[in-house]
C-alpha cells in the first residue's frame, strides 16, 4: 500500500468531506471517476486487484488534480476476498469512515461464451469478483456508516446494460453477474432506506475501456456487430459513467435510491437506430 496525501488548496466542491472507496480504480471508469471525485473535494482509496497497475494510475491521477483538498491513497485489493476488502474500509475508518463506496472492479472473461460452451470456473470466477465482490463492499460499506453514525451514505454498484437486454453475443456469466448485481442493488437499497444509505446500480453501455476494446481488438466484424445497436453511433467513454457516479454520490441525488441508472445513450431503448456519422465523444482525463 502506498500513501499520498495531496494538499490542497480547494475546500469546496460537490463531494467536499466525503470519503470514498472505488474498486477497480486502476481501470477505465474507475480512474475516470477518481479524478472527478478529487476534484469535486473527496478523499479517494483506489482499490484495484493490480499494483502496477495502481501505481501507474496514481500518477496520472496525481498529474489531472492538482487543485485537491482531499487525499488520495492505493490499496491492493481482490474484491472477492473479504480479508481485502475489510482492510480497505478499515484504512478508510482511520480517515472517518466510509461515505461512498463505488464498487465497480468487474471482468468479462475471454472464455465466458455461451450455455454449452462456458466453463464452470469461469462462471464461478466471474461470479466471485463481479457478484460477491460487491456483495463484500455493500456489507463493509454499511458497517462502516454504521460505525460512524452516519446519516447519509451512497452506494454505487456497477452493473450493465446486458443485465437489462440480451445479446446475440453472449457472455453468460457475465450477464447472469450483471444481473444479480441489479437484485442485489435494489434489495439493500430498501432494506437500508431508513438508515440513509442509498445503493444505486450504474448500467452502462459499451465503452471504450480496456474490459471491452482489448477484447474486441481489431475484430472490424466484431465491432460493427455492435455498432450498429448504438443510437449517437459510437461507445461510450469512461467520463460519461464517472459524471454519472459524482451525480449518484452526491448530496445532489438524495432522493435516487434503488435505480438501475442507465447511461447507455439510448442503447437499451433503441429499436432501429440512425444512420449517419456518430455523435463525437468527449475526452477522457485520465488518458
Ligand atoms: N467497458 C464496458 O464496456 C462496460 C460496460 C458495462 C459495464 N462495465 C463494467 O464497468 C466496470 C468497470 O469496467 P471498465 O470498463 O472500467 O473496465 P477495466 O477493465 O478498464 O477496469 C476494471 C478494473 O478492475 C480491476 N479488477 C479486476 N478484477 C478485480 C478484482 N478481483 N478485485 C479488484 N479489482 C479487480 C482490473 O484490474 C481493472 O483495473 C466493470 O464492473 C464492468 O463490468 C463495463
Redesign the pocket.
Known sequence: MSTNVVAGIHPHGRLAGKNAII??A?????LETTILFLREGASVLM????EP?LAKTLSKVMEMTTYVSGRVDTAR????NEEDVKACVEKVDEWGGVDVMFN?????HGDDADATATPEKIWDLTMN??VK?VWFGSKHAVLSLRKHNKQRGSIIN?A??VALVGSATPQLAYTASKGAVLALTRELAIVHAREGFRFNALC????N????QDWLGDDKEKRHRREVHFPMGRFGE?IEQAQAVVFLASDESTFVNATDFVVDGGMSKAYVTPEGAPTSAPQNLGK
Open positions: 474498486t477497480g486502476a481501470g477505465g471508469i474507475g482499490c484495484d486487484i493490480s497497475a485489493c481482490d474484491v472477492s465497480n472492479a468487474g471482468i468479462m469478483i463481479n465482490g456497477t450493465s446494460v452502462p453501455a459499451p465503452l475501456t480496456p474490459l471491452l469512461a
